[in-house]
């Protein structure tokens, strides 16, 4: 993992002593090849690391093995149940970490509401749905460390969310299902920066591609970018696959389900299984049979009643492009956990003076320095060399600036 590695140099070059050294570190990670090589990268920086799973069907089973064979407390495994999973975190969070590392917000929000809890000085999270839960604990005056939202960094937006998570969310609908995408009608709920990812990626395998929105800014975006935008309602009656990438509840409900064609196919490219209300799906279901390792099918009565017709749900919905295949490409990850491992440093190193933040100032923006550090790490590692700006130009831009 080249940017990755080019990260740890940069560390070890330029740092005045271990920030990082003795710290107890949280982390709730998707337990992945990618998660192993920043595990063991802070393990080198004298980190005592404690990693429970962020999804309780996105755990690698061989790099759990890995990691507790070299010596790294790990509270996960491939299939635990939804208790085992929450009792992890909980224990992850009364383990009384000094930073702590999320994908999703739920290990900050567990620590949150332990208020006797006062070691963590800080934290990082990695997920847009992270970046909401963090907002709505410092709004509330729960959240009581700062945190850096490593999914706010420009390069997260760019490589993982949409190159990243359109890549492996098409590769978990395709293991799931081996469907030909050509030809057939995608719909993607939410345009942000993983719908335009995944619209994009149905679109080079030659499905014809309908967004829904309730953002009205994105959802022209899409329409000058040339997909067809419609409502759910609308579109759910012309759909032969659903993916959602919003981040909200129930984006695909109970009437969509009704209006839905026969053999109409659902996956989530979200954090959470509650894109698709999959309790509702099933309570309709006359019969739900797991038919392949990731896929389920469910019968339910048509609209008027008088018929039967077979959804298909990947993966109980839970995101598929961890359940159901290997989530991102390492080259997507590696610069990901480049600017986590980049925060965390930032964070210890500059602990005394963001204690002093209070309410929603914990929320930090994300460093601009971080996010170019990674974008030259990621240039160097491909091979890519770019132009420089010339004194004159240098001059011309300050000068040009001053006067607006």
């Known amino acids: 993992m080249p940017a990755f590695n080019l990260a740890e140099k940069y560390l070890e070059k330029e740092r005045k002593g271990n920030a990082l050294q003795g710290l107890k570190l949280a982390a709730c990670l998707h337990v992945s090849r990618e998660t192993a090589v920043l595990v063991e990268a ?217 209006r839905m064609k026969d053999g109409a196919i659902l996956g989530n490219v979200g954090h959470f299984d509650q894109e698709i209300d999959v309790r509702g799906l099933y309570s309709q279901g006359t019969r739900v049979e797991q038919i392949g390792r990731n896929l389920s099918r469910i019968d339910i009565a048509t609209r008027n009643g008088r018929k039967r017709k077979k959804l298909y749900l990947i993966s109980q919905g839970r995101v598929i492009n961890l359940a159901a295949a290997s989530g991102h490409p390492p080259e997507v990850m590696q610069l990901s956990f480049a600017n986590q491992l980049l925060s965390l440093n930032f964070l210890a190193q500059n602990r005394r003076r963001l204690a002093r933040l209070r309410g929603e100032d914990l929320l930090l923006p994300f460093p601009k320095e971080i996010d170019e550090l990674v974008s030259k790490f990621a240039l160097r590692a491909f091979g890519i060399s770019i132009d420089r700006l010339t004194d004159r130009q240098r001059k011309y831009a300050i000068s040009f600036s001053r006067s607006w």
């Open 42 to 258: 802070l393990n080198r920086f004298g980190m005592k690391v404690r990693l429970v799973a962020a999804n309780p069907l996105s755990s690698q089973q061989e790099i759990v093995e890995f990691l507790s064979e070299e010596g790294v407390e790990i509270d996960a495994k491939r299939g635990e149940t939804v208790e085992e999973y929450e009792k992890a975190i909980e224990r992850a969070a009364e383990s009384s970490p000094d930073l702590i590392v999320d994908d999703g917000g739920e290990l900050h929000v567990a620590y949150a509401q332990r208020t006797k809890l006062t070691t963590c000085f800080g934290g990082t999270d990695e997920t847009t749905t992270g970046s909401q839960r963090l907002r709505a604990l410092a709004r509330s005056n729960k959240l009581r460390y700062p945190v850096i939202p490593v999914n706010e960094a420009e390069t997260k937006h760019i490589f993982d969310n949409k190159y990243g998570s359109g890549q492996s969310g098409l590769d978990g609908l395709l293991r799931a299902t081996g469907l030909l995408i050509a030809g057939k009608v995608v719909v993607v709920a939410g345009f942000g920066w993983v719908g335009r990812g995944v619209a994009l990626r149905a679109r080079g395998l030659g499905a014809r591609v309908i967004v829904t929105e309730v953002n009205p800014t994105k959802a022209l975006e899409a329409h000058l970018d040339g997909f067809e935008v419609k409502s759910m309602n609308d579109a759910c009656k012309e759909g032969d696959i659903f993916l959602t990438c919003t981040g909200q509840i129930e984006v695909i409900r109970k009437e969509h389900f009704l």
